[in-house]
Structure formats: C-alpha cells, structure tokens
C-alpha cells in the first residue's frame, strides 16, 4: 500500500481536478491524507463539503512544505509515501508505473515521472540533476515535449511537486526524527532529499510513462516580481530566483547554502569552484545593487549554522557513496 500525502495552502482553485485524478488511478491500493497549511481561499470548506471521505489535517500554524510534509510522512503508514502539491493532475497510470520500478528494484528511494505544464506539451521537468555550480536543474524545463526523454533511467533528485519516496529511505536518511529539514520551510526540500538519499547509497529513478501536469507556483505566480535592470545586462545569465517576491528569495538564498553545508563534499566545491564562484558574485551583486533587504539572509543563516553543521556530521558519518557528482 502507499499513502498519498497532498500538501494544500491556498489551492483551492486546482484541488477538484487534482483529487478526481487521484480518484482515477488504476492503482487502489491508497489511502490519502490532506494536510492544509493554514489556507486563506476556503480550501478547508471546499474539501470538506465535496470530498468529505478523505481524512484533513490542518495545521495549528503555518508550517511550510517541510513541517506538513513530516506531518503527512509520520501520520501515515504506507510502505510508499507519494507527496503531492494540489497544482498537479495525474494520468490514471502515474502511480502503477511509478511501482512497477521502484518495487523490485530495493536500493531505488526515488521515484518521478514526467510532468508536463497544462498545455501538455511544454516541459516542467523529467527529474533532477546537479549543476556544476550545485543548484538544482530540473532537467527538460521549458522545452517542447518531442519524445527525447522516453527512456527511463536515474536521476540525481525530484522536483516536490509530485514524488514517490520509499519509506525505508525516509526513515533512513532522517535526522532527530524529523525526514524534511523544518528549517528550510519550502524551497530546496526536494534536492535536500535526494542527495542525501544519494549520499547514503540510495537511487532515483524516472519513469518517463508516469506522466502529470503541473502548473509550477499554483497561486505565487500572482506575486512574481518585475524585471529589474541588472538582469538587462549583456552578461547577466536568467535565474529565477531573481523574479520571485523576497520572502521566497530569502528562503531560496537560506535553502541554497544550508543544503551545500550539509551535503556537499571538499570535492563537490572543489571540482564547482569556479561556477560556485560566478553565481555567487552574481547574486549578492543583485542583492547590493536591487535587494539589500536581502543581505538579512546572513544573519538568519549564522542563527541556523550551529544545527546545520551538526546535521552534516550525522549525514556524512552514514556517508556510502564517495564519489565525485557527474555533472
């Protein structure tokens, strides 16, 4: 059996057709539990009047993807967890396909399909690989769907909007029992995960015939920021992070450095240097010249140091792969 963990704030406007996707899977063998994040747009009175026969959690205070994803993970009991965001509609195979890799292969902890924007043709992204200056790159993205990844084959990690973990990898990889870091709140959870999986010797795997649709940022697309003249310069690369509102930047930026203090190897930032080096005087350039509001970030973070490096000593003494990341 797997448990189905749908993580809500402010959904409403995607839950109906997310939950008769789930509704269609030819996989049954499920039980789901819905965890509202405090949700201001009636998601609460919506779900109970129209699906009342799924069990509700709502969270006492805003806990972020983190906090209600370890809600979801310890509230349940399914040998597999799939953790969901409401902006995602599954075809009827998602999960079945999903399985049908994962269960006989017992060192994979991740599996992913392919997701599609909702327009079904554009790409969202076909699974997760490193960068070389070790930011997420959620491979696909943007580009037209013409069959060039139908073959199925490991990731480095998964995007969060939908993803099926192993629960023996979840409880595996945690940490002072608690799988997702809290700290985080949202943003880089997903990459945290896998390479941690990754790092105690467990695999992610896509499967390119579980296909579903994601919308990507569900109600914060409203709140994208405009483009400011920095990013008009000649030599200045597209990063997303700059046209996101600064509450989501400050936890990006938070999120990007706590996941390198604790994941990555002297090697890992050796072989990246000079790609680590370019991004960082990009982005705190942005932050002096657009954002100083930002440079706040390096407080917080000097606050979260002292557990971080305590995480990355329990993390690297269970460490089995040793290797340096292909890039």
Known sequence: MI????LNWNGKPFLADCLHSIRAQTYTDYDLLIIDDQSTDGSVAFLQHEFPEYRLIRNAEKLGYCGGANVGIRQTGGEYVLLMNPDVILKP??????????????????ATGKLLRFDGRTLDTTGQFLRRNLTPQERGYGEPDTGQYEQPGPVFSSCGAVVLYRRAMLDDIQIDGAVFDEAYFAFYEDLDIGWRAHVQGW?????????????RGGGLTASSTQTTWIEHLPFMPKVSVFRKPPAIQRHII???YLTLIKNASLKDIWH???AILKLEVMLWGYVVCVR????????????????ALNKRKIIQAKR???ERMNW
Request: overall charge positive; charged content about 10%; some cysteine.
């Open 3 to 6: 448990s189905i963990v749908l």
């Open 93 to 110: 195979n998602f999960i079945e396909d999903l399985l049908k890799y994962i269960i006989p292969q017992p060192r994979v902890g991740v």
């Open 203 to 215: 695999q992610a795997y896509y499967v390119p015939t579980a296909v579903a649709y994601h919308y």
């Open 254 to 256: 938070k999120n990007r």
């Open 272 to 274: 990246g240097l000079p």
């Open 292 to 307: 100083p509001s930002l440079l706040s970030v390096l407080f917080h973070l000097c606050k979260l140091l002292p557990a």
């Open 320 to 322: 089995m792969v040793f």
